[in-house]
């Protein structure tokens, strides 16, 4: 079992403070975190004095550690540069390796860039106001260094939709409604999923989104098949009215005999269609991409003979195929469901070679294994039995005898 790590926003949304929160939780010590201010104090040019005060709050009875920032910094715009150089110094006083810097570094580039976007400039020429303190630096070097120190940083990361909030909020550039420009252009860019709510108030900060935008390898709807190890609460700042202020982070191994898979089912009902129509059909269908398709017997309207048509896709593919249903069948309308199915991981293609009648053939066989290894399933390629059966007159029933019996022997099934 591999180890995972998930970060769930969908409770109160996501900041940097609440990220060193929920790692401090999970076992990352405080004097770690200190010492990153420490070195804060010493090697930014625009930080006079940097003090953090580590505390086990409760949020709705909810245990959760909360991370107070004391600074005293000149407050002014910077550029992404005196931003980047701050964080390079910081990382390698502090001893990070190379990819735990990587982290830190890209998610300020990911706060560069959708700031750049938002105003349509280049990224040497924009003006850093929130995003330039020295909580920043904090946020994105502590969080990079408490992956190292608790070896997450080969662990595959798995995110939960992120709780934005709702209303508005002032800052610097005016009044605007939430989320923010920048948090929408970094979800836009990085494919992540956002949803209002639950309070009218914000809940996701531009640094916390660029964290998870650079750590999490995969975002899921749903908390992923695991084995929970630990959980760690990061508390926010603020005690908001309905919800626990809290993120949730979860250590975990991932249960690995199957893989989690999301795919999209297409349904429609076919009742005045002839039978070559529909192989014809079914035909397009999977040379186009789909999956798997089945045509259903059942009986429709004043007792007509018909057909349910269900075809499986992946996502890139739905439209396409959604097309191909209605422009060939005719049918008025198309059902489409998005469901999880859990599905056995390897699939290898192995050729075997029997010998019939002194004669050498090639078979292409499909074995099926799940994560621990063990085969639930072999199956010779149709076409290549079909071939032999034809070149040699011998039943096809007896080819696949043979067939199988060599692979038995070959992979000691």
């Known amino acids: ?39 804060i104090e010493k090697a930014v040019p625009w930080v006079r004095n940097f003090k953090i005060r580590v505390e086990e709050v409760k949020k709705f009875e909810f245990k959760a550690w909360r991370v107070d920032v004391l600074v005293d910094e ?30 830190a570094l890209e998610a300020v580039k990911i706060l560069v860039e959708a700031e750049a976007e938002v ?16 909580d920043t630096v904090l946020d ?20 939960l939709p992120i709780a934005v909030g709702g209303s508005r909020i002032q800052f610097s550039h005016g009044s605007v409604s939430i989320p923010t420009p920048v948090v929408l252009e970094i979800a836009k860019k990085k494919n992540l999923v956002l949803v209002g709510g639950p309070v009218d108030e914000e809940l996701a900060t531009p640094t916390g989104v660029a964290l998870y935008a650079v750590i999490v390898d995969e975002v899921k709807n749903l908390l992923p098949m ?47 269609v002839s039978g070559e129509i529909l192989g014809f059909v079914g035909e397009k269908l999977v040379s186009q991409g789909a999956l798997d398709i089945a045509f259903i017997p059942k ?29 060939e069948t005719g049918t008025l309308g198309v059902r489409v469901m998005k469901v999880h199915r859990y ?36 199956k010779p390629e149709f076409e290549d039995l079909k071939n032999i059966s034809i070149k040699t ?20 099934l």
């Open 1 to 39: 079992m591999s180890r995972v790590l998930v970060i769930d926003p969908s409770i109160a949304g996501i900041s940097g403070d609440m990220l060193l929160g929920g790692f401090i939780g999970l076992g990352f010590k405080p004097e770690k975190l200190i010492e990153v201010a420490n070195v």
């Open 74 to 103: 000149e407050r002014r715009c910077r550029r992404a540069s005196d931003l980047l150089n701050s964080i390079e110094k910081v990382s390698s006083l502090i001893g990070l390796s190379n990819k735990a810097s990587r982290i």
């Open 119 to 134: 105003h349509g400039e280049d990224i040497s020429d924009v003006d850093l106001c929130e995003i330039s303190s020295a």
């Open 140 to 159: 994105t070097v502590g969080v990079a260094y408490a992956l190292q120190e608790l070896d997450l940083l080969n662990a595959k990361v798995y995110g």
């Open 226 to 272: 695991t084995k929970i190890v630990a959980v760690g609460y990061g508390a926010g700042s603020r005690d908001l009215k309905s919800v626990p202020n809290i993120l949730r982070l979860i250590i975990g191994e991932e249960l690995e005999i199957y893989t989690e898979d999301t795919i999209y089912v297409l349904e429609t009902d076919i009742d005045d």
């Open 299 to 327: 009986i429709g309207k004043k007792g007509r003979p018909s057909f349910i048509l269900r075809v499986l896709t992946k996502l890139q593919d739905l439209e396409k195929l959604l097309d191909i249903v209605v422009k």
């Open 343 to 378: 599905i056995v991981p390897n699939r290898d293609i192995v050729k075997t070679a029997v010998d019939i009648n002194g004669e050498k053939y090639e078979v292409r066989v499909k074995i099926s294994r799940l994560g621990d290894g063990k085969i639930i399933s072999v």
């Open 393 to 412: 007159g011998i039943p096809l029933r007896n080819i696949m005898k043979i067939v199988m019996d060599n692979i038995s022997n070959e992979q000691k």
